[in-house]
């Protein structure tokens, strides 16, 4: 079975400041990856997501990942984050195109200070 | 407006009382799934259903039920609620399966005392 590890409970960074989560996955083969961001009182939106092809992706907000199979890694990043940032941050994965279960992580949550 | 929608935001109940938790979605998906938050633990999938009629369990199962007889709605029933269910949950939907973009609903805290 797939799982997923955010290894930061909590970061506090600089408005401005670039910013990167870490996500590590274990799964067998190549998994579907995702990163959900979950505003406070909200439900979760997709940032972006990796099935194949390029290991660099590009998501909404200015985020991207880089899947790195590796290191079996799916780190979030931002150059420059904004005070509106401020969330709580969960990659995800699923085993393949005919699976069902979705696997969280426990969540990055991210402080801005001004 | 596209959307999911769970009701209610807020409920409050006591131990052994039949509860249900609706979640009903305009996208014609296909896919719906209900999901418990419990801090330092992330999303929990509790079940998921691939179209009508058809579902099945996730990690967290033991305690609630689901149906499916419409596309659109996918209750969540806890036939004798517990404390240790209480929690944040969220449904959320997709087209054709997990690996598609979920669209989450806005989420349901449940206390049980």
């Known amino acids: 079975a797939q799982s997923v590890t955010q290894p930061d409970i909590h970061i506090t960074v600089s408005e401005g400041a670039s910013l990167e989560l870490r996500c590590n996955y274990s799964?067998?083969?190549?998994?579907?990856l995702f990163w959900y961001v979950q505003s406070p009182g909200q439900g979760l939106q997709l940032l972006l997501k990796?099935?194949?092809?390029?290991?660099l992706v590009q998501g909404i907000k200015g985020f991207e990942a880089e899947f790195k199979r590796s290191q079996s890694s799916f780190n979030l990043r931002k150059p420059s984050v904004h005070w509106s940032d401020a969330a709580e941050y969960f990659c995800?994965?699923?085993?393949?195109?005919?699976?069902?279960?979705?696997?969280f992580g426990a969540g990055t949550t991210v402080t801005v200070r001004a | 407006e596209a959307q999911v929608t769970q009701n209610p935001r807020y409920l409050i109940t006591v131990t052994g009382k039949k509860l249900t938790v609706t979640c009903s979605q305009n996208?014609?998906?296909?896919?719906m799934s209900w999901y418990r938050q419990d801090p330092g633990l992330g999303l929990r999938q509790i079940y998921y259903s691939m179209n009508v009629e058809v579902t099945d369990k996730g990690d967290v199962p033991e305690g609630y039920k689901v149906s499916r007889k419409e596309k659109r709605n996918f209750p969540l029933i806890l036939e004798s609620p517990s404390p240790n269910q209480t929690s944040l949950y969220f449904c959320a939907s997709s087209f054709y399966g997990a690996s598609d973009t979920l669209h989450f609903g806005n989420g349901t805290r449940l206390t049980v005392t």
């Open positions: 799964y067998g083969a190549t998994p579907y």
């Open positions: 995800a994965v699923v085993g393949g195109s005919n699976d069902y279960k979705l696997s």
């Open positions: 990796y099935f194949s092809g390029d290991t």
């Open positions: 996208m014609n998906h296909e896919y």
